[in-house]
């Protein structure tokens, strides 16, 4: 079948039960207003904070859910929808509110990143698309801002759209690497679609391609590309940094000097401190060195430690794929339905109930403490929740990519100390409310009592 | 900027030193004929063997790599290449010829997945999108594979898509899991496009929207699902099934008979059991048990150990994300230029010179060792990489996605059982040809005689 469905656009990119529900719930008549929150149940090991990232996509996915002819054809081909859903479907706009944390925003277990406030078939038939947007931007976000700590002063890009999980990863990764403090990417389309610095270097592959490397790096700088930065590591590191040496005067002479160079294979750090002697002392101190391949944050710290001369890194696999741990325990739960609070009470996975808000306490410019409570509720503290989408319509223009990257600065800045390292520290205090814990018990006294 | 760039489809998703590279090779009249091999280096620890898939996807990228007017007018404003690079990137047009794996195939370490042999500028370009498209579905379907042979007689689905890495990520990982001996998946429009059955069943915010769950138990059979599974973990499980159990006979009265339940949290194995226990004496020994959350390989092993009574699995993140491996060190490198052979010799990079060909020999109906030696070479044992395009053009229809399954069917089967097992093994045998061995000296000693 040739439908031409593009699931990166298609409201039909969802789990089957999402239309099954909405049809029963139609059926019922339930379409009376719902509150559904995300969150992330538990922080991984590896994780003392986690970095909102993902609302624009999302905002735009909300104004764009609508179903087209031919997904329709198919829906009602299947014969698994009366013709009713099928006209709901047809017609089906976002007119819901949605609530949610600024991108570039730290939160914590337990804390809603967004709420969404719409009729229940709305707000459910959104489920999948909506975690699969904000999850994997949440994920590389919260990574990269390990990266940004382990590295300060140090130049970040994102080298990993090959080894990402598709062609949005391979995107979406750049951006929400940007957001927490990287400085670029080589992914192209970063650049027209959201303004992102884009860098690039040169391949194995080119420098094969030539007879030698001298003949590979003379070619490449007649390309004149905007910094020459020439890959040393094809055979061997340390005589392709004499040759660097050896050639520069040349390559100055034709207007283009040796920016850098950059290192791929092998020990990084013990092949940086040889190349940086080579380069000091054939004169080229203003020659930079980058290193790719293979590295993490971890790395980074002890890299910073030994005081390694490397001045930039291209990061890969590590980053897009969040390979210590490429997937939060996040939820999208019902918390409030028809005016009443809802909670899930499974083994392990209880929520709570309500619709909430985060009251986050400063002290001297350091984040000590948040509280969470109901959304009506007014606390000490700056509530971090704000409105976003009203009626299914924009509150405003959202705040731009650079806006969002300060935001996350100023946050990482904000962390007590012990959140800033690498290492697994004790968690940062998130309370719940009187308020909250009053309403869970009624939530659960109205379960047992529905249920007789 | 609003340029209409689709990234799943555009040629720009592309890292930016493809360009800057196409850009020199052009300049410096380097535009013979390339031959690239993408291959996995070393497989993970806890990988006995990989499983070739995502062609289909590669060929369509191939057939259609080209620019719109609006991404050549971006590239042109960016002042980066000349207008003789925008005018061939205009023309644009993939011309080459492309070998690979069918998908479905098992492979190993340094075997060619897929080979591209093309004028240089253009093998060069469309590296880092055919990695990106081939590597996510060879690490799903390799993934899906350990659960397929960890659970024989189960049927297992693909509920992955929330916390896939973005959209492309959610619905590829069906597709590949589906190759591997996955029954389908929730993600809805595998069905339209690939023909992947899809299942759904509710979900616990469905349960939570009515008063209690008798209501809304007897509100989903209302809406005639195909099969009415009903999940019985929101409050209490074992009530739940007795509930299952006293609403059985009102539920097969009205023609919706319970198929089956679906468990999702606490002890999967422990409540299956207790579930089976008040389904039986109830008298619904034909209703099934499905389990999801949290599922890996692990689990299914100690389930089939156990004798665990759920007679199906819903597997999210542990599968669309490959958690425990979540990326493999392959590579795309050039392996031949010009007729001559190149080899890269990087630290612990170092590859195999020359286009190449995998000849597989089979014992008793198992694979007993597998010959890495040149394309041309003729030697016993079964060549395993086909022709699939030349000259830009498909040599013909691909196999289709049940081929392609009931290739990995065979393939699992023939495995070695040490291999078949989820436990580290002993690797498989893949020997170098003495004619493999003497290119690669040759393409050294050229390499030493050249950088002089």
Redesign the interface.
């Known amino acids: 079948?040739a439908?031409p469905?593009?699931?990166?656009r298609?409201l039909?990119?969802?789990?089957?039960?999402?239309?099954?529900?909405l049809?029963?719930?139609r059926?019922?008549g339930?379409e009376a207003v719902?509150s559904?929150e995300l969150f992330v149940r538990k922080l991984p090991p590896c994780r003392n904070f986690l970095v909102a990232a993902g609302l624009e996509q999302l905002v735009e996915f909300l104004e764009n859910a609508r179903f087209t002819e031919e997904?329709l054809a198919?829906l009602e081909s299947?014969g698994?929808f009366s013709r009713e859903t099928l006209e709901y479907l047809r017609a089906f706009r976002f007119t819901g509110d949605l609530d949610a944390l600024p991108e570039g925003t730290v939160f914590f277990a337990d804390e809603p990143v967004v709420r969404v406030t719409a009729p229940?078939p709305q707000a459910?038939l959104v489920?999948?698309?909506l975690?699969?947007?904000v999850?994997?931007q949440v994920?590389i976000a919260s990574k990269a801002a390990r990266m940004t700590l382990a590295a300060p002063g140090k130049l970040l890009l994102d080298?990993g759209?090959?080894?990402?999980?598709?062609?949005?990863?391979?995107?979406?990764a750049a951006r929400a690497s940007f957001i927490a403090g990287f400085a670029g990417t080589?992914?192209?389309?970063a650049?027209?679609?959201f303004?992102i610095p884009?860098?690039?270097?040169?391949?194995?592959?080119?420098i094969?391609?030539?007879?030698?490397?001298r003949e590979a790096f003379l070619?490449?700088a007649?390309?004149r590309?905007?910094a020459l930065i020439l890959l040393i590591?094809?055979?061997?590191t340390e005589?392709a940094a004499r040759l660097v040496v050896d050639l520069a005067p040349e390559l100055a002479a034709r207007g283009t000097p040796v920016a850098g160079v950059r290192i791929?294979?092998?020990d990084l750090a013990e092949h940086a401190r040889r190349v940086r002697a080579i380069l000091d002392e054939g004169g080229l101190r203003q020659v930079k060195i980058f290193a790719s391949g293979g590295i993490d944050e971890e790395l980074l710290a002890r890299h910073l430690a030994e005081g390694v001369p490397i001045d930039g890194y291209g990061i890969g696999?590590s980053l897009t794929?969040?390979?210590d741990w490429?997937?939060?325990d996040?939820a999208y739960?019902?918390v409030a339905?028809a005016g009443e609070p809802?909670?899930?009470?499974?083994?392990?996975?209880a929520t709570w109930p309500g619709a909430k808000q985060i009251f986050r306490r400063y002290e001297d410019g350091r984040m000590v403490g948040d509280r969470l409570g109901l959304a009506e509720e007014r606390h000490e503290g700056t509530p971090l929740l704000v409105p976003v989408m009203r009626g299914g319509v924009r509150v405003g223009p959202l705040p731009g990519l650079a806006e969002a990257r300060e935001r996350c600065a100023r946050e990482l800045a904000a962390l007590p100390e012990r959140l800033r390292r690498l290492a697994p520290a004790e968690p940062y205090p998130v309370e719940p409310t009187p308020a909250l814990l009053a309403l869970a018990e009624t939530c659960d006294r109205l379960?047992r009592e529905?249920?007789r």
């Open positions: 079948m439908t469905i593009d699931p990166a298609s039909l990119l969802t789990d089957l039960y999402e239309l099954t529900m049809d029963a719930y059926r019922e339930m719902a559904f997904e198919w299947t698994r229940l459910q489920e999948s698309r975690i699969n947007i999850h994997f994920l080298f759209l090959r080894r990402a999980h598709g062609a949005e990863a391979g995107l979406m080589a992914t192209v389309p650049e027209p679609l303004g884009i860098y690039g270097t040169m391949a194995h592959s080119f094969q391609a030539f007879a030698n490397e070619a490449f007649r390309s590309p905007k590591d094809t055979y061997d005589a791929d294979s092998g696999t794929t969040s390979t490429p997937a939060l996040c739960k019902l339905y809802r909670r899930k009470r499974s083994e392990g996975k379960q529905r249920a």
